[in-house]
């Protein structure tokens, strides 16, 4: 949503891995395309759970839930990885463009922030807001751009396998989070605040580097070989069903009845207990008995939930770009699907704004699956309309003008300190 649009950033001084636009046609153009494609299925995944029903008459997770539903946001997430990779040229940062990496990196978490807490009035109950977690986000990877591949490849795994914990380790009176949309109001708690946006909410930030890194680590491969798109096709499958599958193992030898039998122990009901483990939770799982971090279910930040929505979303970038390689007639399909997924990809924090106003405003007056389908495709024309102009969407001009300013400054500053 907030992050910045590969194919239309400023450009990148930080070598021959530049990540400015190619020429249309080019093997790093349809990169581009493929990523934004990507983005955009991740944007109508999270428009479907916002809107579409969870489950059915039978008390079964409905196909668009069981598809997207913790799945689409980190997808997001890994996404942002991949754009800011492309922002600071596909490779480690040096510690010469440090000053101005980091104002760049900061003014778009301020700006996304901010956003994010001015929609923080609305019901959560009908979309819990990303864009604070985001913005934090893109604070803490600031100094993630510094490090080298491999440094990345072993931060990511060493959050998805440690911080799940943290929850379980804060303070009684640290470890609940609010379970409401974070707005300004909660700044008159800054340490509340900052836990929750890092350990405890909806997204929390700090587990969530996990797909940050993942995707840091994907945007600095050559995303334009054929081999690259079937190896994170591949991978990605394999790392979603290995998790998946240990995750199912570990709770019916003992983690099911370890988690039953803590149940009195838990702030939820019995009831709410299964609907967690059947559904997925609002960020983290109850603190009753470690058993909990064993469950692969949505929104629940355990290590196997991170793995396995991990190789989602790097399945979902393989497949667009191994998509965008095909030939004649299949090719000209690929075409008429990717391009309006790639035209709402390239300005998701717009798109998305607009969408938590519609839900939030008495014009949402539609059945569920009217509504879906009307946010669908006005999202898709909206962003094709507007990427046919060449411009940006108005949030994204908006935080790539502040970046910009951020990072004369910085650039600025750096001079004056060198005289």
Known sequence: MGEPRPNSLPG???GRKSSAPEPPGSAGRKRLVAVDAARGVALLGMIAVHVLKTSDNAALSTWSYAFFGGRASAAFAMLTGVAIAFMTGRRQVPRSAGRT???????RALF????????GYTDPQLGAVILPYYAMMFALAIPLVFLPTRALVTTGLTMAATTPTLVHLLPPDLSGPSHENLSFGHLRDPVALLTELSITGFYPALPWLAYLCAGLVIGRLDLSRPRVGAALLGVGIAVTVAASAVSSLLLDHAGLARIQAAQPDSELTRAETMELLKFGGKGTTPTSTWWWLAVDAPH?????????????AMALLGVMLLA????????????????????AGGMTLTLYTAHIVFINSGYDVFPADASYLLQAVAALLVGTIWRAAGVRGPLEAAAAALARQARRWASGAEGRSRR
Do not use: C, E, H
Not at 324 to 342: E, Y
């Open 12 to 14: 990148a001084p930080y």
């Open 101 to 107: 990496t980091a104002a760049t990196l900061g003014a």
């Open 112 to 119: 996304i922030g901010a956003l994010g807490l001015a929609l």
């Open 300 to 312: 629940t930040s355990t290590p196997f939930n991170l793995l396995s929505a991990t190789g989602t």
């Open 324 to 343: 965008g390689g095909g030939k004649s007639a299949l090719r000209r399909i690929v075409v008429a699907v990717q391009t309006p997924l790639a035209a």
